[in-house]
């Protein structure tokens, strides 16, 4: 059998967006074990998406898996599939990323042809259609990415380990698509030169560890104001978290889920958060965490 851990991520961090990705101690494992070719498909779930997701060929993970035996001209075995999943779905946290590299990872070890990461990568990046999560998920850390035609381009920078991160999930899901179709097609000058120059300046204070940065570095112009229609109470959310100490506030992803970066009392942030999104009918649960330093692996 084949076991693979894959952490969740975080998206955006304010200005970057699909961009930056930060990986999250927060794991998915997917187990494979093949079977005699001709075998019927065999999917079992457990946790996150038990209810909901596919337990047939449209499974993600499994169209991961068949999609690298294709690109290598291999025959797809029969399979048994078991995914075990502590991402919430649909909440901005990477799940889809997760599962896509977690089936990657496990047909590469079921060919036993070792794949470049580069490889990896632009096959995930056609079925996830944006860099940012993948590429955290797979390389863990945080990591900058960025797309050319089909291709990715990436590079994992060091992050300070003694952040903590409280992450904020509310009950209900939003859609990536529908988080996209939100925002404007077009932007003004000022908008992208106040993004760039945010995204920078979050780098440096990543780069540096100097956290004084963050409370303007982690401001967005591009997708936050839009998508803050989607997620009652985000502002103050965000302004609850900063009152009680956090070092700055973002949207996960695509949302609704909202990331704080804390480097003391995280459980003052993560209570301030909660009240925040319950006073506007919002129920969410709350995780404290930690960077994942190591992404991916076979376990």
């Known amino acids: ?81 078991k995914l075990i999943n502590n991402i919430p779905l649909a909440r901005g946290l990477g799940s889809s990323a997760a599962t896509i590299i977690g089936g990657l990872l496990a047909a590469q070890q079921l060919l036993s042809l070792p794949l470049k990461r580069e490889e990896i990568l632009d096959l995930a990046l056609k079925l996830e259609g944006h860099p940012d999560n993948i590429s955290a998920a797979l390389l863990g850390g945080l990591v900058i990415s960025c797309r050319s035609g089909n291709k990715m381009h990436y590079h994992k920078i060091g992050f300070p380990n003694k952040l903590k991160l409280v992450v904020a999930v509310p009950e209900f899901q939003v859609s990536t698509q529908q988080a996209r179709r939100i925002l404007p097609e077009t932007l003004s000058r000022e908008q992208a030169v106040f993004n760039l120059s945010r995204t920078a300046l979050l780098t440096a204070s990543f780069l540096s560890g100097d956290f004084s940065l963050l409370p303007i570095a982690l401001e967005d112009k591009l997708h936050q104001p839009y998508r803050s229609v989607l997620v009652p109470g985000m502002p103050e959310v965000f302004a609850a978290a900063k009152d009680a100490g956090a070092l700055g506030v973002a949207l996960s992803g695509a949302g609704p889920s909202v990331t704080a970066f804390a480097d003391h009392n995280p459980q003052a942030v993560e209570a301030a958060m909660k009240q925040a999104f319950k006073e506007h009918g919002v129920i969410a649960q709350t995780i404290i965490t930690t960077p994942a330093i190591e992404g991916a692996k076979i376990i």
Request: contains cysteine; proline residues 9%; charged residues 20%.
């Open 1 to 81: 059998m084949i076991r693979v851990r894959i952490p969740a991520t975080t998206a955006n961090l304010g200005p970057g967006f699909d961009a930056l990705a930060l990986a999250l101690s927060i794991y998915n494992y997917v187990e494979v074990r093949p079977e005699p070719e001709g075998m019927p498909l065999q999917i079992t779930i457990e946790g996150e998406g038990a209810d909901e997701l596919p337990r047939d060929e449209t499974n993600l993970v499994f169209r991961a898996i068949s999609g690298l035996f294709k690109y290598k001209n291999e025959a797809c075995p029969g399979l048994q599939i």
